[in-house]
């Protein structure tokens, strides 16, 4: 062993094997630089030296536990430098996934060859900094500045065929890895010129323009992004310049709130995913899946566990709805293809895998039953009664209702411990987060399992209690209520949308409700009414919406007017006029709202709904409630979440906009 134990040094001949432990990712700590920095002394002796990685995976980033501290030597850009400027040439055997780090250090290598499924990536982006090591400077030099620009600015991941294709690899391996690269080093070619030192790329003026423009579009208001080409830009200069350039840019990226905020955020998803609830539990393997259902969200929980393996059996009420279910799952899995997502083989796989069907009795042998149907508590209780006498009494039963209380639903149903809400976001098979709803039969195996099959589609699991809408459609009802205050207090719709567009929200409050469709919320509402506090203000310019038949994008008006064949939303003086006439009858002095305003508001009520929503046991932890609204709503991840932006936005400005919001109600 040589400095560090997470790094070793063995020979086999005049080959020299500098392998890398530090699991599970093979971080890039203090420990693994030490043990680099002595293991380039310890191969002096060797003809050639291999750099390798044990586990499952080549260096897959830096420790992030490292981030808040100052850095400690022996720094990662002097540990590339010392292994490409080696006596003994390096050749990097490379597997798993190699990012950020990872790959600064194999581009220090005089040689890579790689495994054939192995991924490469600059992902620095994505914890709201930038690579700090020369990823910037030397990926450039290999591969050229548009590509660079995907990997850094995008954190676009490339398979190694076209890792190879671009010249970055001297070899694609399938099979043994070792022997593969014990054969290439006893037919050693001549050593190539240091990365480093080769010429910089050359890229128009105008290119570089153009591709900024791209990545601001896409960054939606995140630096990092910008900042990556920035430093890419440097790959002009000499790389003993641009270099420490790069280097003290990441540092100052990884102090700024927005590196804090996405920190926050991937620390989160791992916490998140084993909540107290879960650990007591077994989880029960789940091979085979029933669908009730075949509509959009149906078929997108099946196109989900299909793509995942799994056995589908998609259940619906007669031969024609089941063909067109089916017809919607298949054209969906064959999309991926056409994209380039999938393979053709991948799909005919699934394809054998998958039944639609009108029969009950097909039902049986299955492990876990997802309805999918109308909301209606009758429908779904009906549903789940009939199924009960197919299933086995240990087949786990689930509910994707998205606002009725499970408890309803399942009442009298037989084995009330493996009953669990499964609340799945459209398009399913896309959308990353399944809030599994705890009632209060439902056992912790069952809470496990349903965690379990949660990873299995790759998705994000957050633990909800029972209450109106659980976790995020709670928050989204307190949302748009307060978006629908400003509208009758002095805001239109376009200025509500623009500002937290502006925000980082893919769209605002009431573009979303366009395209979901204004009878949803309406629905919703209608359900309340029995139970809303008689202190509650409540604005009716929706209802009246509702009323003219303004209904969204499908009905070509909503909040906006839709032209025929376009969906791009268009204010519409008929809808300012309603607003206007609103205020008016209230009696509200309208006045315009700054977007700096419109913003606080709807963060506080956000992050105040949360608030209550984790006293009251409903959900884990504030970190619970980020997730949620970043992988169910679009709230934007590079900000951590309402609970974090609230939190770095300060108590006193988030207090002072709830009493903005409640002064704005009259009296």
Not at 40 to 54: H, N, Q, Y
Not at 298 to 324: N, P, Q, W
Request: aromatic fraction near 6%; hydrophobic fraction near 45%; include cysteine.
């Amino acid at each position: 062993m040589t400095g560090a134990d997470s790094v070793s040094v063995t020979f086999a001949g005049d080959i020299a094997w500098v392998t890398i432990d530090n699991p599970p990712v093979n971080a890039t700590a203090v420990g693994v630089r030490t043990g680099l920095m002595a293991a380039i002394g310890a191969v002096a002796s060797a003809r050639v030296a291999v750099l390798a990685a044990a586990g499952k995976t080549f260096v897959a980033g830096g420790d992030m536990t490292e981030f808040d501290a100052p850095p400690v030597p022996p720094h990662l850009p002097d540990v590339v430098q010392a292994i490409e400027d080696s006596p003994v040439p390096f050749i990097a055997a490379l597997h798993g996934t190699v990012l950020g780090g990872g790959l600064e250090l194999a581009l220090g290598c005089a040689w890579r060859i790689a495994a054939r499924r192995t991924l490469f990536g600059l992902p620095e982006v994505s914890v709201g900094t930038i690579p700090g090591a020369g990823g910037t400077q030397r990926l450039p030099r290999l591969i050229g500045v548009a590509l660079a620009i995907e990997m850094t600015a995008a954190g676009k991941r490339l398979t190694a065929a076209e890792f190879q294709a671009a010249g970055a690899l001297d070899k694609v391996v399938d099979g043994d890895l070792r022997g593969a690269v014990t054969a290439f080093a006893a037919e050693l070619p001549p050593r190539p010129g240091k990365i480093s030192a080769r010429p910089s790329p050359r890229f128009a003026t105008a290119d570089w323009r153009a591709a900024e423009a791209a990545v601001a579009k896409k960054a939606r208001g995140q630096n990092a992004p910008l900042r990556a080409v920035e430093a890419l830009a440097w790959s002009a200069l000499p790389f003993a310049e641009g270099q420490p350039k790069e280097r003290a840019l990441h540092l100052q990226l990884r102090q700024s709130e927005e590196s804090r905020a996405l920190r926050h955020v991937f620390f989160a998803e791992r916490a998140v995913a084993r909540p107290p609830a879960v650990r007591a539990g077994a989880p029960r393997s789940i091979g085979r899946v029933l669908v009730l259902g075949g509509g959009l969200m149906g078929a997108g929980i099946a196109t989900a566990a299909l793509s995942a393996g799994l056995s589908v059996t998609l259940l619906e009420r007669d031969a024609t709805a089941a063909k067109d279910a089916a017809s919607r799952v298949i054209d969906t899995l064959e999309g991926g293809v056409r994209r380039g997502k999938t393979t053709a083989d991948a799909v005919e796989r699934q394809k054998a895998a998958f039944t639609a069907t009108p029969e009950r009795d097909a039902a049986a042998g299955h492990d876990l039953a997802i309805e999918a149907v109308f909301e209606d508590v009758a429908l779904k209780r009906a549903l789940f009664a009939q199924l009960s006498k197919v299933l086995s009494a240990e087949a786990i039963l689930a509910t994707n209702t998205s606002y009725l209380d499970p408890t309803a639903i399942f009442d009298g149903i037989p084995g009330p411990e493996r009953c669990v809400g499964l609340h799945f976001f459209s398009p399913a098979h896309i959308m990353k987060l399944v809030e599994v709803v705890a009632l209060p039969a439902t056992s912790a195996d069952t809470l496990a399992t349903a965690f379990g099959f949660a990873k299995t589609l790759r998705k994000i699991a957050v633990r909800s209690g029972i209450c109106e809408g659980f976790i995020g459609n709670r928050m989204l009802t307190a949302y748009r209520r307060a978006a629908e205050y400003m509208l009758a207090d002095g805001a239109l719709p376009e200025d509500v949308d623009a500002a937290m567009r502006a925000f980082g929200m893919a769209m605002g409050p009431f573009e979303v409700q366009d395209l979901s469709g204004l009878q949803i919320a309406e629905a919703n509402r209608r359900r309340q009414d029995a139970t809303r506090p008689a202190q509650e203000r409540y604005v009716t310019i929706a209802d009246q919406l509702c009323a003219l038949g303004r209904l969204g994008q499908r009905s070509g008006k909503g909040w906006y007017r839709y032209d025929a064949g376009d969906r791009t939303p268009k204010p519409d003086h008929a809808v300012t006029a309603l607003i206007q006439a609103y205020s008016d009858a209230a009696g509200i002095a309208r006045k315009p709202i700054s977007p700096q305003d419109i913003q606080i508001r709807l963060l506080a009520v956000l992050a105040n709904e949360g608030a209550r929503i984790v006293e009251e046991g409903i959900a884990d932890s504030d970190a619970a409630i980020d997730l949620v609204k970043i992988h169910g709503y679009g709230f934007p991840r590079w900000r951590g979440g309402p609970m974090r932006a609230a939190e770095a936005a300060g108590d006193t400005a988030i207090r002072h906009a709830l009493d903005m919001t409640e002064a704005a109600s009259p009296g």
